[in-house]
């Protein structure tokens, strides 16, 4: 079973839907007993990065994320889910994450609105396992006024250009995350999730 972690923020039901329409077991909990049980793990989320660091903290899940990749268990962040990886933003001073990677969150200081939102594209720097035969460059739902600069750039999948060029999409070993909503971007973001269970089941 996948787990989805409900730490009180997000579009969890959304997330839940998306898996059972490519038929994946995939339930969400906010029970740390659960996600170390769990198979796999996905990290989803909108909103800000303190309070989803404050949130998985207040529910003690913060241990049981962490621990869950380090076991090598298959993991997807999903936007939030994707920041908080990192070692750090500069949302409203900064807020340490759970540095999983090392870089920082950074705000967009562009001419282009802020937020990001809608469709653009992802230029493929590697293609994760999960991707399968997803074209490059394919388009992809974006809602963020953040985004992730990886100290190491080996860990970047994906590449957007919105006002600046930045990390969409990661992955290394058993963790991928993407800062695009594969649960609200119609049938290639069903595949993606389709993909990662078929990753889970693999693995």
């Given at each position: 079973?996948?787990a989805?972690v ?5 579009n969890l ?11 994946v077991d ?5 029970a740390?007993s659960?996600v ?6 996905v990290?989803?989320g ?13 529910l003690?899940?913060?241990?049981a ?5 380090q076991k090598?268990?298959p993991f ?12 750090e933003?500069?949302?409203f001073g900064?807020c340490?994450g759970l ?7 950074l705000?967009?200081?562009i001419?282009?609105k ?15 396992p ?13 809602v963020h006024?953040?985004y992730?600069?990886?100290?190491d ?6 590449l957007t250009?919105y006002?600046?060029?930045?990390t ?11 800062q695009?909503?594969p ?15 078929d990753?889970?089941?693999?693995a």
């Amino acid at each position: 079973m996948i787990a989805i972690v409900d730490y009180g923020m997000g579009n969890l039901r959304s997330v839940e839907k998306g898996f059972a329409k490519v038929g994946v077991d995939a339930r969400v909990t906010s029970a740390p007993s659960v996600v170390d049980d769990a198979t796999a793990v996905v990290l989803p989320g909108v909103g800000a990065f303190r309070d989803c660091i404050r949130n998985l903290t207040d529910l003690s899940l913060t241990g049981a994320v962490i621990r869950s990749i380090q076991k090598g268990k298959p993991f997807l962040g999903i936007c939030l889910g994707l920041q908080v990886l990192f070692s750090e933003s500069e949302e409203f001073g900064s807020c340490k994450g759970l540095d999983i990677f090392r870089g920082r969150v950074l705000r967009f200081r562009i001419e282009e609105k802020v937020p990001h939102m809608g469709w653009n594209s992802v230029r493929l720097v590697k293609r994760p396992p999960i991707f399968g035969d997803i074209p490059d460059d394919a388009y992809f739902y974006f809602v963020h006024s953040f985004y992730v600069s990886p100290d190491d750039d080996s860990v970047n999948a994906g590449l957007t250009d919105y006002g600046v060029t930045f990390t969409s999409m990661v992955w290394k070993d058993n963790v991928f995350a993407t800062q695009f909503h594969p649960e609200k971007s119609q049938a290639l973001g069903l595949k993606i999730l389709r993909g990662f269970g078929d990753f889970v089941r693999k693995a």
